[in-house]
């Protein structure tokens, strides 16, 4: 009803003399006015700075925790960086390129500098919030994905070739695979014209397989640390860990909630999903390991929750409650065994498993959401008869598991390709390994000149 007011408006304004265009045109900007919503903005920009709350201080407690204490202050780094380089990036052309309606494969340039991006509404992204509500709450995915990459070089990367590595990582991989799956036009996009339409609800493909795979191919193109796996490299704080992780599961409910971009009863079935897929992906990681080890473990208990919550992105606008619950448990026990047996068969040092429970996760999580997705939940999809369409296997649609998977597959290559590509040319440009000694004493000291202890003898 609101759309056909401002249609009615915008007709009734090209038949007016100029005085009663002017007149019209400010009664337009009136209904444009009136068709936003105070509840969903609050609702938006709340979930905004909840996601950012993930990165700083959320994914700098967790990951500073797990490092050995000579790297704890160059961990945190990683993550607060971010939230300034992604957000100088993101106002000068990320934003248009992830969201601007261009290629199938990357947006163009008409929000170059947020041009024409104000507080009218975007109807495409957001009928009743202002546009730049929902250019800034997309903003904290760009600035927490690259970060959760830091996870697979912690302990040995320069502070330089990391800067370097995430400026073109956002603009090589980021940015395009967040236009295919969410921007108008988009190869992948479900819902705004995409030509194989894929369900990711808040990130699954987007956010935690781009960075998981990148992630792999960092640790592989790095090699292993100092020492690793003969010397133990133990978290020298699993109490700073512990937060980090309460802190993101917190965040986590504007990560998925927020993307119904609507104080909506979407949300509140995105929200409910969330959090039952953290809980039950902790029970299935404890379970495995305490079944493997005789012992469950805290760090064990904090990364299954972590693994539920990847997972639990791409379908949590999408499924009900049980399957929730089932997805996080699957994901808390294959994550599990991607950290302990996969990573120790094939020896790679993904220092802070990003991979595999990044990687890992995310892939199951999409793989699952082509099952479990149904119209019960989310009623957006419809034929041109307005008959609700059939979403996932359950509801009698088993053909968009095979376009899940074609999603899976899209973002593992650009992220394997692209990282790749990327690597090389930071490697000849500054160099992306810190040298022995460095690596040795610490990147506290070596990189920052600082210490994130100071213990008087």
């Not at 996601?51 to 945190?76: D, E, H």
């Not at 495995?288 to 379908?315: H, N, Q, Y």
Request: aromatic share 12%; charged share 10%.
């Amino acid at each position: 009803m609101k759309l056909l007011t401002l249609f009615v408006f915008s007709m009734a304004a090209m038949a007016q003399t100029p005085q009663g265009v002017d007149a019209k045109l400010a009664a337009l900007d009136s209904a444009v006015k009136a068709a936003q919503s105070a509840g969903d903005n609050a609702w938006m920009l709340t979930s905004a700075a909840l996601v950012l709350l993930m990165t700083g201080p959320g994914l700098a407690l967790f990951y500073s925790g797990l490092v050995r204490r000579k790297n704890v202050l160059g961990t945190m780094m990683h993550s607060f960086i971010l939230m300034v380089i992604i957000t100088v990036l993101w106002a000068l052309v990320g934003y248009s390129l992830a969201f601007a309606e261009g290629s199938p494969f990357i947006g163009d340039l008409r929000y170059l500098f947020l041009r024409g991006v104000g507080i009218a509404p975007n109807p495409d992204y957001g009928a009743t919030v202002p546009h730049e509500t929902y250019m800034i709450y997309q903003l904290m995915f760009a600035i927490i994905t690259p970060g959760l990459i830091a996870g697979a070089f912690a302990e040995r990367m320069k502070f330089s070739g990391m800067v370097l590595f995430t400026i073109l990582w956002a603009l090589i991989v980021y940015f395009p695979m967040a236009h295919m799956v969410w921007g108008k036009g988009g190869l992948l996009n479900a819902a705004l014209g995409g030509k194989i339409p894929t369900f990711d609800f808040a990130g699954g493909t987007v956010v935690h397989i781009t960075s998981g795979v990148s992630a792999l191919i960092c640790a592989l193109y790095l090699g292993k640390r100092v020492g690793y796996p003969q010397e133990p490299m133990k978290p020298h704080s699993l109490v700073l860990s512990v937060i980090g992780a309460c802190l993101l599961w917190v965040g986590w409910f504007g990560f998925n909630a927020g993307s119904a971009v609507a104080a909506s009863g979407l949300a509140t079935s995105a929200f409910v999903a969330t959090h039952f897929g953290a809980a039950a992906a902790s029970l299935g990681w404890i379970f495995a390991e305490w079944i493997r080890t005789g012992k469950p473990s805290v760090l064990g208990a904090i990364s299954g929750a972590v693994a539920g919550l990847v997972a639990i992105t791409p379908a949590s606008g999408f499924v009900q409650p049980f399957p929730a619950l089932l997805i996080g448990f699957v994901a808390g026990v294959v994550c599990y065994f991607m950290v302990t047996l996969v990573k120790a068969k094939f020896g790679y040092d993904d220092s802070l498993d990003a991979f595999g429970v990044h990687g890992a996760g995310g892939t199951v999580g999409a793989l699952l959401t082509g099952v479990f997705a149904t119209n019960l939940i989310n009623d957006g999809y419809k034929d041109s008869a307005g008959k609700l369409l059939p979403l996932g296997w359950i509801d009698g649609n088993p053909g968009q598991v095979i376009n899940q998977l074609i999603g899976v597959a899209i973002a593992w290559a650009l992220a394997i390709v692209g990282t790749l590509i990327i690597l090389k040319v930071c490697d000849a440009i500054t160099g992306l390994r810190v040298d022995r000694d460095a690596e040795i004493e610490g990147l506290d000291l070596s990189q920052h000149g600082e210490e994130g202890y100071f213990f008087e003898a």
